[in-house]
Nanobody, 124 residues
Framework: VQLQASGGGLVQAGDSLRLSCAAS????????MAWFRQVPGKEREFVAA????????FYADSVKGRFTISRDNAMNTVYLQMNSLKPEDTAVYYC??????????????????WGQGTLVTVSS
């Protein structure tokens, strides 16, 4: 299974950006799809996760109220809508997926499948 992330870019503080992550096979096999981010010298950080049903979303406190995760199982795709971007949101963003219903979704090491990452740069 391959995950392909896209949508990163250079924006100004306060702008919006939408990331997409397409899976190479049907997304209904994944219980969790998620976004993490990483800056050089730091550990990969949980951003948001969503269950297969789409009815349960989870966010890091740092992005709650600004970012929205969603998924389209028919398109095998998960999205991350990022609004009111801040310079501290600058990072490489990675999408991840796993089939485990009982996944500890905030922990990057729990996920089996990863995308290649897309760079988001927010200038002040």
């Amino acid at each position: 299974v391959q995950l392909q992330a896209s949508g990163g870019g250079l924006v100004q503080a306060g702008d919006s950006l939408r990331l997409s992550c397409a899976a190479s096979r049907r997304a209904t096999w994944t219980e969790f799809m998620a976004w993490f981010r990483q800056v050089p010298g730091k550990e990969r950080e949980f951003v948001a996760a969503i269950r297969r049903s789409g009815g349960h979303m989870f966010y890091a406190d740092s992005v709650k109220g600004r970012f929205t995760i969603s998924r389209d199982n028919a398109m095998n795709t998960v999205y991350l809508q990022m609004n009111s971007l801040k310079p501290e949101d600058t990072a490489v963003y990675y999408c991840a997926a796993d089939a485990n219903y009982y996944l500890k979704y905030r922990i990057s090491g729990e996920y089996e499948y990863w995308g290649q990452g897309t760079l988001v740069t927010v200038s002040s």
